[in-house]
């Protein structure tokens, strides 16, 4: 996988973005586990446990401008992308306060006044749905970037290859990332494809693509900032395979016994929160307890959000079947 060395330290301004963003998804994602044994969320929860760093790096790397187009597990990509953590609470428990007044959920939450086109159920979906915003940025004269968030699993999706390829034709500012966490559900990549280095797939096309560690917040970041600076040059699209890991089963119902211990030490080993937090000390220059203090400040966000989302009203029955049928 790709690595360089820096030839300039990173500021610690970039640094202490990069660990609150990953702390904040991290600490989301603990705690919303929690609220799910509680039954206060209904449906599924597939925790980005173990993949902060792709999100996290990739979304500082965009600015008001550009766009992104999420997965099922998107809950990371929200929060990368500027979303406000109460906003996503009150989603998760079905409040009228939620981004989607409760109507999406923990799968579809969405906020396009943050050009954040949305997590969705259906795998793969990102893609085309990425393409189309790119065309239309096109058409439009704009030069804003589109980033979607992609799966292993989604790779072998006949949009995959389809989406990529028009994106390719028409030279759009398009950056596809494949979030590679080796698994699709319980199924592994060596099961689902012979050729395991899915960076490939878009070399086949004549895409540019990279394969880089997506436990490194900092490389995903600049590979990413690179990136968006070809697409604007006319460059694009841009392939990026983000080798990760989850670090638990596919939802919060999958004790993930498929899962080798031995692997997911070796993912563990290399958390990227942990990673974040080491940059912003020993780069950054940080104190340990000023790094505390910020995620002291970050739970008590997330602890004021919950009451104010159990506080919250839901959807009255008229106004959800004025909606439903509203469609």
């Not at 599924?44 to 999100?55: D, K, N, R």
């Not at 401008?65 to 500027?82: E, F, K, V």
Request: glycine share 10%; net charge negative; proline share 2%.
């Amino acid at each position: 996988m790709a690595s360089k060395k820096r030839e300039n330290t990173p500021s610690k301004e970039l640094l202490e973005k990069l660990f609150t963003t990953a702390y904040r998804i991290r600490n989301f994602e603990t705690e919303g586990i929690k609220l799910y044994r509680r039954g206060l969320v209904r449906g599924y929860f597939h925790p980005y446990l173990g993949q902060e760093g792709i999100a996290t790096g990739a979304c500082a790397a965009l600015d008001e401008r550009d766009y992104i187009a999420s997965t099922h597990r998107g809950h990371g990509h929200c929060i990368a992308q500027g979303a406000e953590v109460e906003g996503m609470i009150a989603e998760l428990l079905q409040k009228e306060t939620g981004y989607c007044k409760g109507y999406g959920g923990s799968m579809h939450i969405a906020d396009i006044t943050k050009n954040n086109l949305g997590a969705n159920g259906i795998v793969g979906a990102s893609t085309p749905l990425g393409v189309g915003a790119a065309m239309a940025n096109q058409v439009n004269g704009s030069d804003a970037v589109t980033v979607a968030f992609s799966t292993d699993g989604a790779t072998n999706n006949g949009t995959f290859l389809e989406s990529l390829n028009l994106a390719a034709i028409w030279d759009l500012n398009f950056i596809l990332i494949v979030e590679n966490n080796q698994y699709a559900v319980s199924t592994t990549l060596a099961e689902a494809t012979r050729e395991t280095e899915l960076y490939k797939r878009g070399e086949a096309i004549g895409v540019e693509s990279h394969r880089i560690d997506g436990n490194d917040s900092l490389l995903v970041y600049e590979t990413v900032a690179d990136a968006v600076k070809k697409c604007r040059a006319g460059l694009g699209p841009i392939l990026i395979e983000a080798v990760t890991f989850r670090h638990s089963g596919h939802h919060v119902n999958d004790p993930g016994k498929y899962m080798p211990e031995d692997k997911l030490k070796y993912y563990k080993d290399r958390d990227p929160v942990d990673r974040a937090r080491d940059n912003l000390i020993n780069m950054g220059k940080m104190s340990a307890k000023d790094v505390k203090a910020i995620e002291a400040k970050i739970e008590a966000e997330f602890e004021a959000a919950v009451k104010a989302a159990e506080a919250a009203g839901e959807v009255s029955i008229e106004e959800f079947r004025e909606f439903v049928e509203g469609y």
